[in-house]
């Protein structure tokens, strides 16, 4: 299966954008991919299916951890929140992140 | 600091996630069908709203999503672990089999939880004993010293201790290792007078410095800090109990012993000092002491060590110092060494040791008999199960994977025993913290609870035994002949089972022989040392001590004097008899010694003798029979010539077959030798258990000592005379109080305490070990039966009588017992030989014992393999050859 190149988001970015959109709010699987959405004004199309791997490879670095709530329209859901050690995980990924896509930045403006 | 617990938290949720995964994988499975269920759901709303057909919306979303089952697999081919995952399929296996038969399972569970509760119990009381440090303290940098000396010494508990004029010197010694030297000194009795009441309460004499040494603040206000303040620190306990918390309580007068002290503090609450006793005040050494260069006060050195130095540096300063710093007069002292901190920090550490040692290896023998029981079970059903094994093997099930199921299923009982164990541990402490200590020991503290050592302890010993006691059933299952297995399930039994299982068998025996033998053992060391002759007659005869020394500090003719009208106020008491001081209390565990030798003749040595200063009457007051000579009189006085009364023991060492009478002895209480005027049978002395003991009596009048043990003879007005005797010291001397009063009786059963103790714990192990064993042959020999019934029947029908095949089947059961016996005996030999220190009045291979021990397990066992014998042969053999 092959993907359009604007929408495949490589791994640890996408875990990035998951940070970033717990780190605003607990929210569940679909509501993180509509946040991701929102926020890239539609231009990052992230592939729904790929959200969840991630969400289980960060619980079990004990990034972020779920339980079942219920959303505003009476459903089950399964809700995820940035723990302690999830949140310093993001700021260190965040502020590398930066580092890094400044540094790009640089070449590519470079004259 | 709080990042790594945070880390760690994370990693422990992230391993919970983990196993959640496996464990229920189910469950998991579900929540991840209802989890993408519920985002195609929303977003095929989505896409509704925003104008597409239900139909179109759906496989729109779909299509996003990009393929559900790929990503499911991918989820849950992540969530796999790899070494958890199969183990957990193993114990659901197992799980699954021990639900099949729960009876089995609980009873086998239940079993070794015997055995589990044995050895927790004793390792907890070990914990709290030897291991667990002090509440409140550094144990890593708190050490206490001690020296072995010879020459004129005390031994028993004053014995251990060193003046305190030698711990300051020790202080000025070592100063280049320890930041801070202390020293403390327990005291059974202190008399506080505070504005209601006058209480008796414990504590603990100590150096100026001895809070500060500990590196312990006191709760409220502060500690003293010179040698002879004229203050002291209470207890929390205390402060809450008398004084109700008040913070008033600071600076406040109270009485002590009969001077006025100030309380500047109160110590944080749980805090009892270097020590393991309830102590409810602290007081500088001072109030006790005048002189505190002399030797009158006795203490335990405590030291803080430096940063940076080690306890081995620290011993080789203090070995140092030992020499190069006066030693007591009469006193060579031999080596000094550092301890850590403990609850036994101070006296008999290598007995108590040896004693906790001794139970738990019988506490563990109890447990491989449980262990070695349930193994057996294991075997006989693993082999009823052969049938099973051989299909699953045939069907190429591996061998490994197999044994992971057998032995999950042995695990998974031992885990349910662990749980069981522990909590019989709890009862089990519980019990032996309800045992009341004799009443000499000042109040102990021991919290016998047990703590997460403890818990891991547990986990260790059920997990090891389980593991081997598990393999050995599930590998011999495992490894069945797989055509005649699988031709029928009962086919007749084959050697090597049979002989793994009398193996298991043969082992309960002999390990119940060998608990059993070591319990009786204790047991007939008790019953020695309530019959042993203790050389005098302690029925109604009652002591108390009297210390006329630091603080009162009386003259040697004034305490005289005080203790001749004491001796004639408390003679002419009701119901007394007669009256006498003595030194020291016998049995009471305190003695002095030194060397004694025959100034005519030095080339017969020195002999070691136990020493003890004594009025006129003493002998007729404690019942001492004197066998040659004369016991003292006022006349044997200063100024005379001076006699010492020696014991059968002395006289046989020094002047064997010779009357010693009139013959002069060398020894170290009189400026001259001293002439032997009588001869007292042979006793006991400072221990009940101890060895026959050279002794010398002293003539009080030519050897005072300050403290002495007032000895009253009154049958049946004991406890009226002690009080009566307190009254007298009280009206002779009004700050005076009499210490440590004593029915010479109860120091019998005092000293007996470990004895009793220990025949309780083993034996108690040892009836558990026999229970076991016994159905142990019992289960085994019911299941050989029940596999021959149809080889019996054959006999029978060819003419073999019941007699005969009930005589086959107990000959059976009989050998492996004998077999075991023999094996137990040797064990139990080595074992008492190992324990002989504990033992006393008996050899260590105690005829008696070892005859009667063998031949009762021998008949347990012959009766336990004779009952399935009885059943066998009553089966008509019609019936065993229609079975199968």
């Known amino acids: ?111 | 600091v709080t990042v790594p617990t945070r880390g760690i938290v994370a990693r422990l949720s992230g391993v919970a996630a983990r196993v959640r995964g496996v464990v229920f994988r189910r469950a998991a499975d579900r929540e991840m069908d209802e989890e993408i269920r519920f985002h195609i759901e929303m977003e095929t709303e989505k896409n509704m709203r925003a104008g597409m057909p239900g139909h179109e919306a759906h496989r729109k979303a779909l299509a996003t999503f990009g393929g559900v089952e790929r990503h499911r697999e991918t989820l849950r081919e992540a969530r796999r672990v790899p070494l958890l995952e199969p183990f957990w399929l193993d114990v659901r296996f197992g799980a699954r089999f021990l639900v099949r038969d729960p009876a089995l399972a609980l009873v086998a569970a239940l079993t070794i939880a015997l055995g589990v509760g044995a050895t927790t119990t004793v390792f907890s009381a070990l914990n709290t004993v030897l291991i667990r440090p002090l509440p409140l303290l550094d144990s890593n940098r708190l050490v206490s010293i001690q020296e072995s000396r010879s020459g004129a010494v005390s031994t028993g508990l004053e014995g251990m201790l060193i003046a305190y004029g030698r711990v300051q010197q020790y202080r000025a010694a070592t100063a280049s290792v320890f930041e801070s030297l202390s020293a403390h000194r327990l005291e059974a009795s202190f008399s506080l007078r505070l504005a209601d009441a006058t209480v008796a309460v414990s504590g603990a004499l100590t150096a100026g410095n001895y809070f500060r040494t500990l590196g312990v603040q006191p709760a409220l206000g502060r500690s003293y800090s010179a040698d002879d303040a004229a203050e002291i620190v209470i207890s929390h306990e205390l402060w809450s109990t008398h004084f109700a918390r008040d913070p008033g309580v600071l600076g406040q007068a109270v009485g002590l012993d009969g001077k006025t002290v100030t309380v500047v503090g109160v110590a944080p609450a749980g805090f009892v000092g270097a020590t393991f006793v309830t102590n409810h005040v602290w007081v500088p050494v001072g109030v006790r002491s005048v002189s505190l260069e002399s030797w009158d006060i006795r203490m335990v050195p405590v030291g803080s060590l430096r940063e940076g130095v080690g306890r081995a540096q620290a011993a080789a300063a203090v070995d140092a110092a030992a020499r190069s710093i006066p030693a007591e007069p009469n006193t060579t002292v031999r080596a000094a060494r550092v301890d850590a901190l403990s609850t036994v920090a101070v006296v008999g550490r290598a007995e108590v040791t040896g004693f906790f040692a001794l139970l738990l290896g019988m506490a563990l023998l109890v447990l491989l008999i449980a262990a070695a029981n349930i193994a057996g079970v294991m075997l006989s059903r693993g082999f009823a199960r052969r049938r099973e094994m051989a299909v699953r093997l045939a069907i190429g099930a591996g061998r490994s994977r197999v044994v992971r199921h057998l032995l999950a299923e042995s695990l998974l009982i031992f885990a349910l025993a662990g749980l069981l164990g522990v909590g019989l541990a709890y009862l089990g402490t519980a019990w032996l913290a309800g045992i009341p200590l004799p009443p000499q020991l000042p109040p102990v503290l021991l919290d016998l609870e047990p703590d997460l050592r403890v818990l891991a302890f547990a986990a260790v010993v059920t997990g090891t035994t389980g593991v081997v006691f598990g393999l050995v059933p599930a590998l011999k299952a495992s490894r069945p002949d797989l055509v005649p297995a699988l031709k029928s399930a009962t086919a007749a039994s084959t050697a090597g089972e049979g002989r793994t299982r009398n193996f298991f068998v043969g082992a309960q025996v002999s390990l119940a022989v060998t608990l059993l033998l070591t319990g009786t053992l204790f047991a007939r060391s008790l019953q020695q040392g309530l019959r042993a002759d203790l050389g005098f007659d302690a029925d109604g005869v009652v002591a108390a001590t009297i210390d006329l020394g630091a603080p009162l500090d009386y003259e040697r003719e004034r305490a005289r004097e005080f203790y001749r009208a004491l001796i004639e106020r408390v003679s002419a008491l009701p119901g007394v008899q007669s009256a006498a001081l003595s030194q020291y209390i016998l049995l009471s565990g305190s003695r002095s010694g030194g060397g004694a030798s025959r100034p005519d003749a030095p080339e017969t040595g020195t002999t070691n003798v136990s020493v003890s200063s004594v009025t006129p009457r003493y002998f007729e007051t404690m019942g001492i029979e004197l066998v040659a000579g004369r016991g003292f009189t006022d006349a044997d006085a200063d100024g005379a010539v001076p006699v010492v009364v020696i014991n059968q023991t002395l006289a046989d060492r020094l002047w064997p077959g010779e009357s010693p009478i009139g013959r002069l002895v060398q020894q170290p209480w009189t400026s001259q030798p001293a002439e032997v005027i009588g001869v007292a049978s042979e006793g006991r002395y400072t221990f009940v258990t101890e060895e026959p003991t050279p002794f010398v009596f002293l003539s009080y009048l030519q050897v005072s000592r300050p403290e002495m043990a007032i000895h009253v003879r009154a049958p049946g007005a004991e406890a009226a005379t002690l009080e009566a005797v307190a009254d007298a010291v009280r009206q002779l001397d009004p700050n005076l109080a009499i210490r440590t009063p004593v029915w010479i009786a109860d120091l019998v059963g005092t000293g007996l305490f470990p004895h009793r103790f220990g025949a309780q714990m083993v034996g108690a192990f040892g009836i558990v070990g026999v229970i076991l064993a016994a159905i142990g042959i019992y289960g085994v020999l019911s299941y050989h039966v029940t596999r021959r019934t149809r080889e019996l029947g054959v006999r029978r029908a060819l003419g073999a009588t019941g007699a005969r095949v009930v005589r086959d089947v107990t000959g059976r059961g009989g050998f492996i017992a004998a077999v075991g016996c023999l094996i137990g005996m040797l064990a139990g030999g080595v074992l008492a030989h190992v324990a002989r220190g504990f033992l006393f009045g008996i050899r260590p291979l105690d005829p008696l014992t070892f005859t009667a021990v063998p031949i009762l397990l021998f008949v347990i066992s012959v009766f336990a393999s004779w009952v399935p014998a009885r059943r066998a042969s009553a089966v008509a053999p019609s019936e065993a050859l229609r079975m199968d």
């Not at chain 1, 890239?40 to 791997?53: A, E, F, K, M, R």
């Not at chain 1, 009476?74 to 930066?98: D, Q, V």
Request: proline share 3%; hydrophobic share 35%.
């Open chain 1, 1 to 111: 299966v092959t993907e359009p190149q604007n929408s495949d988001v490589v791994r640890g970015t996408l875990d990035l954008l998951i940070l970033k959109t717990l780190s605003m709010n607990p929210n569940h699987g679909w509501g993180i991919c509509q946040r991701i959405q929102e926020l890239s004004s539609g231009i990052l199309d992230v592939n729904h299916g790929s959200l969840y791997p991630a969400l289980q490879r960060l619980e079990h670095r004990g990034w972020i951890t779920s339980w079942w709530g219920t959303t505003e329209n009476n459903r089950r859901a399964k809700y995820y929140r940035l723990t302690s050690e999830g949140l310093s995980g993001f700021k260190r990924e965040a502020a590398s992140w930066r580092r890094y896509s400044g540094m790009v930045d640089r070449i590519l403006e470079a004259t």
